[in-house]
C-alpha cells in the first residue's frame, strides 16, 4: 500500500534537481558537486583503491578526485557504519550542472553500456532512460554484470558504463568553451561530441540537438564488482563542496 505523503520521483526529476543546485565552477576548482557514494568491506580498502587508480589512470572516470568517509564519520544523512569505508567520486551529472550554469539548456536522457573496440566507442549496446526508471540506469546495469570494463582495460576492448545528454546545436560553441574548461579542471569523461541531427553512438537525437556522451562515475565501482569485491554503490548520493575532494595520489 501506498503511504500517505509519498511521492514517486523519477531520475529525470532528480537529476535536474541536483544540476540546479551543481554551482561547482571549473576555473576556480569550486563549488558544489554532485557525489556518488559507495561502501566496501574495511578490510578491501587497499585492493579497491588499487582498482580506482588503474580505472582513473587509464582515463574511465570523470575526474581524479575522491573523498574517503570512515566509519563512524558522516555523509549528508548516511552515518558510515563499523567496520566499513565509504569512497565518493565525482558524479558525471555535475558536467550537466555546469553546462546548465553557462546558459546551455542541456537535457540528460539515458544512462548505458557503450561497446568499445580497439579503444574506440561503437555503440549503446543497452540503456535506460531517466524518465522511464525511478533508479539510476547505470546502478542497475551495473547490478546486471554486463559490463566488461576490466577486459576493456586489458585488450582495449569490452563494455563500459556511460550516459547521454542532449543540447541544442545553436549552443555548440558555447558547449566546446565549456568542456575545455572542464577538461583543464581534471574532468576528462567525455567520450563523444555527436553532431547536430546525427545519431549518437547508434542512439538517436532529437531535431536541432546534437548528443553528448560521458563516460559514467561508476565504471571504477564496475571494476571492482567484476573483481569480485563486495561494493555497494548509491549514484547521485548527495552534494558535497569541491574542496572536499582528493586527488587519488594523494590517497592511495
Do not use: W
Amino acid at each position: 500500500m501506498q503511504k500517505k505523503g509519498y511521492r514517486l520521483q523519477f531520475m529525470s526529476s532528480k537529476i535536474r534537481d541536483l544540476m540546479y543546485k551543481t554551482t561547482f565552477d571549473p576555473k576556480k576548482m569550486d563549488g558544489n558537486i554532485i557525489l556518488n557514494l559507495s561502501l566496501i568491506n574495511k578490510k578491501d580498502i587497499d585492493d579497491v583503491l588499487r582498482i580506482f587508480n588503474m580505472v582513473i589512470s587509464s582515463g574511465l572516470s570523470v575526474t581524479p578526485y575522491l573523498k574517503i568517509i570512515s566509519e563512524g564519520e558522516s555523509i549528508g544523512d548516511l552515518t558510515i557504519e563499523k567496520g566499513k569505508v565509504g569512497i565518493g567520486t565525482v558524479c558525471s551529472i555535475t558536467i550537466d550542472g555546469v553546462l546548465l550554469k553557462a546558459g546551455i539548456p542541456v537535457n540528460p536522457k539515458l544512462g548505458g553500456v557503450v561497446q568499445i573496440r580497439n579503444g574506440g566507442p561503437v555503440r549503446f549496446t543497452d540503456v535506460l532512460t531517466y524518465v522511464s526508471t525511478t533508479v539510476d540506469p547505470l546502478e542497475i546495469l551495473m547490478s546486471q554484470g554486463i559490463t566488461s570494463v576490466s577486459e576493456m582495460l586489458r585488450t582495449g576492448s569490452g563494455k563500459i558504463l556511460a550516459n547521454l545528454r542532449e543540447a541544442p546545436m545553436i549552443a555548440r560553441d558555447a558547449i566546446d568553451i565549456c568542456l575545455s574548461d572542464l577538461l583543464d579542471a581534471e574532468f576528462s569523461g567525455i567520450l563523444e561530441v555527436g553532431e547536430p541531427n546525427k545519431r549518437v553512438l547508434d542512439v538517436p537525437i532529437e531535431r536541432d540537438h546534437l548528443g553528448i556522451v560521458v563516460i559514467g562515475g561508476t565504471n571504477p565501482m564496475a571494476v571492482v564488482q567484476e573483481y569480485g569485491i563486495s561494493i555497494n554503490t548509491s549514484a547521485m548520493s548527495s552534494l558535497i563542496s569541491f574542496k572536499e575532494m582528493s586527488r587519488i595520489e594523494d590517497i592511495y
